[in-house]
């Protein structure tokens, strides 16, 4: 079973994913570079580990957080014994938990992913499932964070656009490049500057738009994961926080997939991907 060593088919050095997402065009220098690899970089950087008590005879055909799930269900009605034979197998109990909606006990495994080329908006928006813990990149105390803009793909599609949306980008990131010249300066003469120096680039990048690209290390139990991807996997959301709920979903359902066995994904017409399952809603 796949460990905390999992990653997606895009990490540094490597191809990138081909779940389509959003470009990221780098504004760096005074010409914007082509748009990088599309879709978000996704890495499975953390998993849970069950350890079953010694005094306690408990055998269960799966490891980590699967096997954590079970062994708290059965603890609620000390059915180690197992004596229904429909749900003798993780998959059998984990499918039943699943149907009766006991899904309490998926909360005690959890699952940390670390993510890269997604943009501020989705982050913004992973902040909204207030069951995540994210921790984001700091353009205080990371000098040159932010600076490349993850090109929405609806944007990237249509030239007109695209040439509209990097020369906005590229405005904003000289008035970024000017405000913190301006800044620094003025911070040479303060009594701590170092101090000076963080406030400068974090206030300088307040110019910066949604689209900045930024990286952040998120964890969330099986349950807050299983509404994320429910709730982003689908047709009707953004391209780009829907790229990362299916490439998500497909790590998880290596990791864990008599979690997410209800889960399908599913090609839409114009090349990329949702997930959805009959067992979670959007709400």
């Known amino acids: ?58 055998d269960t055909d799966a490891e980590g957080g699967q096997a954590l799930a079970e062994f708290a269900g059965r603890a609620c009605y000390q059915s180690f014994d197992k004596p229904v034979a429909a749900t003798a197998s993780n998959a059998g ?8 909606g006991h899904l309490s006990v998926l909360e005690h495994a959890s699952a940390t992913f670390y993510l890269r080329r997604i943009s501020r908006g989705v982050t913004h928006e992973l902040l909204r499932h207030r069951h995540l ?13 932010g600076l490349p803009a993850v090109v929405p793909p609806a944007v990237a599609a249509e030239g007109v656009a695209s040439e509209d949306f990097r020369a906005a980008t590229e405005l904003a990131a000289q008035a970024q490049r000017r405000l913190l010249r301006t800044l620094q300066e003025r911070a040479v003469d303060a009594p701590d500057g170092t101090l000076a120096r963080k406030q ?84």
């Open 1 to 58: 079973m796949p460990g905390p060593d999992v990653a997606s088919t895009a990490t540094d050095g490597a191809t990138a994913p081909s779940v389509p997402g959003g470009a990221v065009a780098d504004q760096r220098g005074s010409a914007l570079a082509a748009p990088a690899p599309t879709g978000p970089w996704v890495t499975l950087v953390g998993v849970t580990r069950f350890v079953p008590p010694a005094d306690l005879e408990f």
């Open 93 to 100: 109990y984990l499918a039943h938990i699943l149907q009766v």
């Open 133 to 145: 813990s994210v921790s984001e990149l700091s353009p205080r105390y990371v000098p040159d964070a």
């Open 200 to 283: 400068a680039r974090q206030a300088a990048q307040a110019v910066l738009p949604a689209a900045t690209e930024t990286a952040a290390v998120v964890t969330g139990n099986l349950r807050a994961w299983r509404h994320f991807v429910g709730m982003r996997g689908t047709d009707s959301v953004d391209v780009e926080i829907r790229s990362l709920a299916v490439r998500i979903l497909e790590l998880l359902r290596a990791e864990a997939p008599n979690v997410f066995a209800d889960f399908r994904i599913s090609s839409l017409l114009d090349g990329t991907t949702m997930a959805a399952s009959p067992l979670v809603g959007e709400g």
